[in-house]
C-alpha cells in the first residue's frame, strides 16, 4: 500500500525556517518523482517543488526560487521541503504527492499525480 505522511509544519514567526517531511512507504523513491504542494487559504493548490525520480533534477515555482529546497533522503525513504526566510505567503496546507507513473518527469498538473499525503499545515504569523 502507497501511502505519504508529511510532517513537519505548525507555527512559525516571519523570516523564520522550517523544514517539511514526507515520508513514503510502499514504493521507492528512486522509481517516482515527489511533488510538494502549496495551498494557501482561499487559493488553488499549486505546485511548488519537485525532485525527479533519479534525485538529480528538481524544479521550483518561480515564487519560491531562492527560498525553498527540497531533497530527498533514499535510505529512509523521506523527501524534505526546507522553506527559508517565512513570509505570509507561505501560510497553508503543504501535500506531498508521487507521481503516477514509475520514472515519471516533474509536473505542475496534479492530475499525473496518483497518491497525496493528508498534507502539513504551515502557518506564519508574529
Known amino acids: 500500500q502507497t501511502l505519504l505522511m508529511e510532517s513537519g509544519g505548525g507555527l512559525v514567526q516571519p523570516g523564520g525556517s522550517l523544514r517539511l517531511s514526507c515520508a513514503a512507504s510502499g514504493f521507492l523513491l528512486r522509481y517516482y518523482a515527489i511533488t510538494w504542494f502549496h495551498q494557501a487559504p482561499g487559493k488553488e493548490r499549486e505546485a511548488v517543488s519537485c525532485?525527479?525520480?533519479?534525485?538529480?533534477?528538481?524544479h521550483y515555482a518561480e515564487s519560491v526560487k531562492g527560498r525553498y529546497t527540497i531533497s530527498r533522503d533514499t535510505a529512509q525513504n523521506l523527501v524534505y521541503l526546507h522553506i527559508h526566510n517565512l513570509n505570509s505567503e507561505d501560510t497553508g496546507t503543504y501535500t506531498c504527492?508521487?507521481?503516477?507513473?514509475?520514472?515519471?518527469?516533474?509536473?505542475?498538473?496534479?492530475?499525473?499525480?496518483?497518491?497525496w499525503g493528508r498534507g502539513a499545515q504551515v502557518t506564519v504569523s508574529s
Open positions: 525532485v525527479n525520480y533519479a534525485g538529480d533534477i528538481t
Open positions: 504527492a508521487r507521481s503516477r507513473s514509475s520514472f515519471g518527469p516533474c509536473t505542475e498538473s496534479d492530475t499525473e499525480y496518483s497518491d
